[in-house]
């Protein structure tokens, strides 16, 4: 019977604990970007934002095709984040840099998001009937963590039942369509 060589082992390791350890990075760089922007400095979660997606594209084996993720997803996110800012729905108290539009703050939130596609949540990219579960998860986890960023105060609520509604159907859109865009574009794997 043939052993693994100890680089198995170790990779064979680092492949298991990857999605853990990366859910605990985008939530780590998911507060640095939150209590940044609520406390006037939102620059500051942005450049650690910016740290922590350099790591990453060093270290996944095709860096374009990661980056033609990241860069597609904040461009669907800064469509989609706009949304509810030019309605009047949530308001952002800092990193506005045009009118109506979503904080760059945002963006560097989803670009982290994005890193986490092909790592966290590649368990969601097959079967194809895990799309509804993704749609779920999204209708979900999209709404509570607006709540939570605007409990630390970088977002209001103009109208929180409303801006909870669109933001758990627009969730339970968006999950899907940017699964689908991780199965297009997976630098990971």
Not at 47 to 75: C, D, G, M, N
Request: glycine content about 8%.
């Amino acid at each position: 019977m043939h052993e693994p060589s100890l680089g198995a082992r170790r990779r064979s390791t680092v492949e298991r604990w990857a999605p853990s350890v990366y859910f605990v990075i985008g939530q780590l760089g998911w507060f640095a970007c939150v209590l940044s922007a609520a406390h006037d400095v939102p620059w500051m979660g942005v450049a650690a934002t910016i740290v922590l997606l350099a790591v990453h594209l060093a270290r996944v084996e095709r860096p374009l095709q990661e980056f033609k993720l990241l860069a597609s997803v904040v461009v669907v996110g800064a469509i989609w984040e706009s949304v509810p800012v030019a309605t009047g729905l949530l308001v952002y108290p800092n990193g506005t840099v045009l009118p109506g539009a979503a904080p760059y703050w945002i963006l560097a939130l989803w670009a982290l998001f994005a890193a986490q596609f092909n790592t966290t949540f590649g368990w969601l990219k097959q079967p194809a009937q895990r799309m509804l579960l993704a749609s779920v998860l999204g209708a979900i986890a999209g709404p509570m963590s607006f709540r939570a960023g605007a409990a630390l105060g970088a977002v209001r609520f103009a109208q929180p039942l409303l801006a909870t509604i669109v933001l758990a159907i627009g969730w339970a859109i968006l999950m899907p369509v940017l699964i689908l865009l991780s199965r297009r574009w997976d630098g990971v794997h």
